[in-house]
């Protein structure tokens, strides 16, 4: 079902399907795998709390009308001052001068956006009259491409989670998901691209990160095993009587991991394969005795 093409997503047009292509999604899992790059979120937080270069919600009072500055025919600044918690700051919008209609001294204000905190300023990405709903959801923001806006996708991709999320086939062994607490492939997916709270979206994390790995070394391990099995070597007999006199004349008997040890090492020497194998161990355990 997840390798049906994007074009049977129900809302995406042929335009839209160009954009996802351009992009490198064709089917129906390579969308619900376009993953955000970063979220926004509009939590309000007192003005001392906030860090400098973070995006930010500010409820504010306008202290007074705005200035627009103009720059050629298109460019323009806006400059706002706001006072918040008793701290007058400045508020600057960049070539959208019509916003000046919307900030009346005296009024209320929420604004978001990026915070500089040596000018104490704020480029305003949004804003709106009044103060801010505060159970605003976390927002995913994606890679995009060309004319693709991000309400688009947002929109096609809460189309297709409800309707295609959940035949998502789990590819990790319950065992690892109930050793590393990790949530299941169709909820991680949910969480990833619409986060309940940043508690499920940093497990949803987690759980691809650890995917991506385990796959990773799952695909080294058989590049391993086909690059030894398609080399030819010459298998090493050895005689065992005399293998276990030298072990028995030693004057301590051999550790659990220098048993096991030995015994890899005899194991790859009695194949047709070539060996590639390095013994490691801290200084005084016994790696001596071992390759002996």
């Given at each position: 079902?997840?390798?049906r093409?994007i074009q049977d997503?129900?809302?995406?047009?042929s335009?839209?399907?160009?954009s996802?292509t351009?992009?490198g999604?064709?089917?129906?899992e390579d969308?619900?795998?376009?993953?955000?790059n970063?979220y926004?979120?509009?939590?309000?937080?007192?003005i001392?709390?906030?860090?400098?270069d973070?995006?930010?919600?500010?409820?504010?009072?306008?202290?007074q009308?705005?200035v627009?500055?103009?720059?050629?025919?298109?460019?323009?600044?806006?400059?706002?001052?706001?006072q918040?918690?008793?701290?007058?700051?400045k508020?600057?919008m960049f070539n959208?001068?019509f916003?000046k209609?919307?900030?009346?001294?005296?009024?209320t204000?929420?604004?978001?956006g990026?915070?500089?905190?040596?000018?104490?300023?704020?480029?305003i990405?949004?804003?709106q009259?009044?103060?801010?709903?505060q159970?605003t959801?976390?927002?995913p923001?994606?890679p995009?491409?060309?004319?693709l806006?991000?309400?688009?996708?947002?929109?096609?991709?809460?189309?297709?989670?409800?309707?295609?999320?959940?035949?998502?086939?789990?590819?990790?062994?319950?065992?690892?998901l109930?050793?590393?607490?990790?949530?299941n492939?169709?909820?991680?997916?949910?969480d990833?691209?619409?986060p309940?709270?940043?508690s499920?979206?940093?497990h949803?994390?987690r759980r691809?990160i650890?995917e991506?790995?385990?796959?990773?070394q799952?695909?080294?391990?058989?590049?391993?095993r086909?690059?030894r099995?398609?080399?030819?070597?010459n298998?090493q007999?050895?005689?065992?009587?005399?293998?276990?006199?030298?072990?028995?004349e030693?004057?301590?008997?051999?550790t659990?991991a220098?048993?096991?040890s030995?015994h890899?090492?005899?194991?790859?020497m009695?194949?047709?394969y070539?060996?590639?194998?390095?013994l490691?161990?801290?200084?005084?355990?016994g790696?001596t005795?071992v390759?002996?």
């Amino acid at each position: 079902m997840l390798q049906r093409s994007i074009q049977d997503i129900k809302g995406i047009g042929s335009k839209l399907a160009e954009s996802l292509t351009d992009l490198g999604i064709y089917t129906i899992e390579d969308l619900l795998l376009h993953f955000p790059n970063r979220y926004d979120h509009y939590e309000q937080k007192p003005i001392h709390e906030l860090m400098h270069d973070e995006k930010v919600t500010i409820v504010a009072q306008v202290m007074q009308e705005p200035v627009v500055q103009y720059y050629g025919k298109k460019r323009s600044r806006l400059t706002v001052r706001l006072q918040v918690d008793g701290i007058a700051i400045k508020g600057i919008m960049f070539n959208r001068a019509f916003a000046k209609k919307y900030f009346h001294p005296g009024e209320t204000v929420s604004v978001n956006g990026k915070w500089d905190q040596h000018r104490l300023q704020i480029t305003i990405d949004q804003f709106q009259q009044g103060t801010m709903d505060q159970d605003t959801p976390i927002t995913p923001i994606y890679p995009l491409t060309g004319d693709l806006k991000n309400y688009q996708l947002k929109k096609v991709m809460q189309s297709t989670i409800q309707s295609y999320a959940d035949a998502c086939e789990e590819i990790l062994p319950s065992t690892y998901l109930h050793a590393y607490k990790l949530p299941n492939r169709s909820d991680a997916i949910k969480d990833i691209h619409f986060p309940r709270s940043f508690s499920t979206l940093k497990h949803a994390k987690r759980r691809f990160i650890y995917e991506e790995f385990l796959l990773f070394q799952l695909k080294m391990q058989l590049y391993r095993r086909q690059t030894r099995e398609a080399t030819s070597g010459n298998a090493q007999l050895y005689d065992k009587e005399r293998l276990q006199t030298m072990i028995d004349e030693l004057p301590f008997p051999l550790t659990e991991a220098q048993t096991r040890s030995l015994h890899e090492i005899l194991t790859d020497m009695t194949s047709p394969y070539c060996m590639n194998r390095l013994l490691q161990g801290d200084v005084g355990s016994g790696k001596t005795a071992v390759a002996y």
